[in-house]
């Protein structure tokens, strides 16, 4: 009776350990993969991943993912999904991203809907054969997933996960198909629930669900548990909702980021039909859950990847990322009190990030001061440094329907302890807020408005006709106790932290949860990332506009030249002078021209030149300039 041999990690964060038990870490996490091939072999076994590995992390802000590349590589992955997060830093990213991994990447349901094709070169389905055994790995994730992805292009299309993964099934074990498959496995990226599901609907199609985005453990019944985990009370960090509906799945989730992981040993039956035709089938599955505590030594190969990853990202912190012209006033005393410009600045940046992948437009966008650290005052050049200086949280941006009265009772709370330097001080977007600082706490509030900028001529013109002011934002509406609203903020806030504890009522619906959002230092260098390249393509065209303007000039003027002087131009061409001359400037040498006015133009052959130096890269590509609006008013009445 054959058998397969599978180890199955998901959700991977950060590559240095944590500071309690199972520490994990990625050297530690390495030395187990090495004894798992070692027990099994390599030609028995595989390793599988269930998505998100690029982000959100600290260390993903500053690597945008490339951190990760280097440990996922040395594992020796035989197939992976693809997790929401992984998307964080845009599509062309994350196509350069799984270029540089040695496994493929799979989303079966998620399609270009020009090309129906999977998205950023990943596949739709992957063949592979060990043991005698050749199996079908798909990568399928919930609708969920997509929605809370911020900026995907409209092209993307989500595909019901339960249709494509019985059409894929069928198309896998045809046994007169390409590829007659014995057992097909779905790596996943959903909740439980949702995982659940698509085991329930496919148990005819699909032979066993390895499943990544929930952060907690969990064997589904149709799995036999060998040791480390049981379903008793404080064991499971799901709900009892999460496990509803598992009559005998075999779902399998392995914990998060390098922590723990699971072992997974498949039994095969073999039957052979009337036609002779052999057909194989899972009889069991025996989970074991792999805790990577500190006893474990760490691979010395690993753990030098990860010395001169972590090396990298320190250097990395040096570099600029965005020129100001306006301070980032992160001082304490200021944020806690009073509005600023760098605070509307970053509310700015909520507010828009998600509000084409929302199904309800985004009334606001509410942080707490608190958020803004680092206690200092930053002028002109920005680095990553500095961000992360600023941002060391890693709670991650989400989204969530309220109602006006939980609006007004935050901001009401978020008021209360001026002029004390309280983190609850509001930072806002979408919002005109008046206060009385000097009423009573609890009782300052008196009126709250919602606002949109007007449109200015930047939004409409090129870049010669920007206006300096980007227009005042007006306003629409007031706060209606009655009525539901769609807030962006921080997951901590919407737990009911820091004084914001009317956000964290029953009622509260999440559109984007902590497990999709993405960390705040990330969504800020996402933005600056976009800005870099939408300026360069800019300067780019712009060049090229300049160079077939000067191609042309220069052409005009060498047909008269040609016409009136050929001749003589001629027998010139062959001198000593015009031979070296030429092949100097071949070399890159500078040129000079003159134009049809006899001007003398200096000019270069080589069009490298004729970019800027890289020192001038963000300073003119990557410009802000925050602004003080009006959107947190004192009042004596």
Same mark, same amino acid.
Not at 228 to 234: A, L, T, V, Y
């Given at each position: ?368 001061? !608190?958020? #803004?650290? $680092?206690?200092? @005052?930053?002028?002109?050049? /920005?680095? &990553?440094?500095?961000?992360?200086? +600023? ?125 999709? !959002?993405? #960390?705040? $230092?990330?969504? @800020?260098?996402?933005?600056? /990332?976009? &800005?870099?390249?939408?300026?360069? +393509? ?100």
């Amino acid at each position: 009776m054959p058998s397969l041999q599978i180890l199955h990690f998901n959700d991977v964060y950060h590559l240095l350990p944590q500071k309690r038990e199972p520490v994990g870490g990625a050297a530690r996490f390495a030395t187990v993969v090495k004894e798992f091939r070692k027990n099994y072999g390599i030609e028995n076994s595989y390793v599988f991943f269930s998505g998100d590995a690029f982000n959100p992390s600290v260390e993903s802000s500053i690597s945008k993912g490339l951190h990760m590349v280097p440990s996922l590589n040395d594992y020796g992955i035989d197939a992976a999904c693809l997790g929401n997060h992984d998307f964080d830093f845009g599509l062309p990213t994350l196509k350069g991203l799984i270029s540089l991994t040695n496994f493929p990447w799979l989303l079966s349901n998620v399609v270009d809907s020009k090309t129906d094709e999977s998205p950023a070169g990943s596949k739709k389905f992957v063949v592979l054969e060990k043991g005698g055994l050749k199996l079908g790995i798909v990568g399928l994730v919930e609708k969920a997933w997509l929605e809370t992805i911020p900026n995907l292009p409209s092209d993307i299309q989500y595909k019901d996960f339960v249709s494509v993964g019985k059409e894929l099934s069928t198309q896998l074990r045809d046994p007169n198909g390409p590829h007659a498959v014995d057992l097909v496995i779905a790596l996943t990226h959903c909740r439980l629930s949702n995982d659940i599901l698509l085991a329930k609907e496919c148990k005819n199609d699909i032979d066993l669900f390895l499943g990544g985005h929930d952060h907690f453990y969990y064997i589904g019944k149709g799995c036999n548990v060998i040791n480390g985990w049981s379903r008793e009370e404080g064991k499971f960090a799901g709900s009892d909702d999460d496990a509803k509906g598992d009559d005998g799945v075999r779902v399998v989730k392995s914990g998060t980021d390098f922590r723990e992981l699971s072992i997974v040993e498949l039994d095969i039956d073999e039957t052979t039909n009337e036609e002779g035709r052999t057909h194989k089938r899972i009889k069991t599955i025996n989970v074991t859950r792999r805790e990577v505590t500190s006893s474990i030594v760490e691979d010395e190969h690993h753990a030098n990847l990860v010395a001169s990853e972590t090396s990298e990202m320190r250097a990395k912190m040096s570099k600029p990322i965005a020129y100001t012209m306006t301070q980032w006033d992160c001082r304490s005393s200021n944020l806690r009190t009073q509005e600023t410009a760098f605070a509307n600045f970053v509310a700015d940046l909520m507010f828009y990030a998600y509000q084409p992948c929302i199904p309800h437009n985004i009334d606001c966008a509410i942080l707490c001061a !608190g958020t #803004i650290r $680092s206690d200092s @005052i930053y002028d002109g050049e /920005i680095t &990553l440094g500095d961000l992360l200086e +600023i941002f060391p949280f890693e709670d991650t941006v989400v989204v969530i329907r309220v109602t006006g009265r939980q609006l007004w009772d935050v901001l009401q709370s978020a008021v209360s302890m001026v002029p004390k330097q309280e983190g609850r001080f509001p930072v806002v977007s979408g919002l005109k807020v008046e206060y009385n600082r000097n009423a009573e706490p609890g009782d300052r509030l008196r009126n709250v408005w919602f606002t949109e900028r007007q449109s200015s001529i930047a939004d409409d013109e090129e870049d010669e006709n920007i206006s300096e002011d980007p227009g005042p934002h007006r306003i629409i509406g007031k706060l209606d106790m009655q009525k539901t609203y769609t807030v962006c903020t921080r997951a901590y806030l919407a737990s009911g932290n820091d004084g914001y504890k009317a956000f964290a009522e029953p009622t509260t619906k999440y559109l984007v949860d902590d497990e999709n !959002g993405i #960390i705040l $230092s990330t969504l @800020i260098r996402r933005y600056f /990332i976009g &800005l870099y390249y939408i300026n360069a +393509i800019k300067y780019n065209m712009n060049f090229k506009e300049r160079t077939n303007e000067a191609v042309l000039k220069a052409a005009n003027s060498w047909k008269k030249l040609a016409e009136t002087k050929r001749e003589k131009s001629a027998y010139g061409n062959v001198s000593r002078k015009r031979i070296s001359n030429a092949l100097s400037l071949s070399m890159g040498e500078y040129v000079k021209i003159e134009d049809e006015d006899n001007d003398v133009i200096s000019t270069s052959t080589s069009a490298v030149e004729t970019i800027p130096k890289k020192a001038d890269f963000v300073r003119d590509w990557v410009t802000v300039a925050p602004m003080i609006e009006g959107r947190i008013v004192t009042v004596d009445f």
